[in-house]
């Protein structure tokens, strides 16, 4: 059980992070205020939102094994 919760744990983790690497930049920061972006405010895509719910869904399974494996050891 404790084998498997930790395989798990480390495929949602790497999952995680190439789900947060995936997002698209939401500003150029203080550049952005400047002029550096062209283009206004744009709607999310279809697939811009899946990705969210993705990440989401990722993010709480992370927190539950991360919690499971602390009570467990």
Known sequence: MYYFLVTVHII????????????????????GSFGGTMGGFSSSTVVEKNLDRITIILAVVFTLTSLILVFIF
Do not use: P, R
């Open 12 to 31: 949602v983790s790497l999952s995680l992070i190439g789900a947060i690497l995936l997002h698209s930049g939401k500003g150029g920061g203080l550049s």
